[in-house]
């Protein structure tokens, strides 16, 4: 997928993860971990408009953190130079809510294990997004 397409409105899991790093398999840990920052990066670029600056991913057990560097969008950057960090932050996990089907799908697919819940967290000074993942756990045998 080249840089000028865009995802669509709504984009399916497999598109987001195209998207994130084209046709090659997520299969070692570091390929996975940089697999998922990048598709989380491409969703909050296509869906907010702006997309972070730079993001990791950390892989712990059944748990994923993604931190992603800055992506405010202008309107927000305004919203917090009047003060209005409760409304930003509102904002933002009222989309996170909207949006968390499409990020688990991309998720399970990306980590091949099925998302048993998602959270959101942004802080302001420094402009960091927290994306958390809890995954199914691994049965054995």
């Not at 909050?44 to 950390?58: D, R």
């Not at 800055?70 to 950057?77: A, D, K, M, S």
């Not at 998602?118 to 995954?135: A, C, G, K, N, W």
Request: aromatic share 8%; with cysteine.
């Amino acid at each position: 997928m080249s840089e000028t397409e865009h995802l669509p409105p709504q984009a399916d899991a497999a598109e987001l993860q195209r998207a994130a790093f084209g046709t090659r398999a997520a299969s070692e840990d570091g390929g996975m971990r940089a697999a998922v920052a990048n598709a989380m990066v491409g969703m909050k670029k296509e869906f907010y408009g702006k997309g972070p600056v730079a993001a990791k991913a950390y892989v712990n057990d059944d748990w994923v953190f993604v931190v992603l560097d800055g992506g405010l969008t202008r309107q927000e950057e305004t919203l917090l130079a009047a003060g209005e960090r409760d409304l930003v932050r509102a904002v933002r996990l009222r989309f996170q809510e909207v949006m968390t089907a499409t990020v688990c799908e991309a998720m399970a697919e990306i980590t091949g294990r099925r998302v048993q819940t998602y959270h959101s967290q942004i802080l302001f000074d420094p402009v960091r997004t927290v994306e958390m993942f809890l995954l199914e756990p691994v049965r054995d045998g």
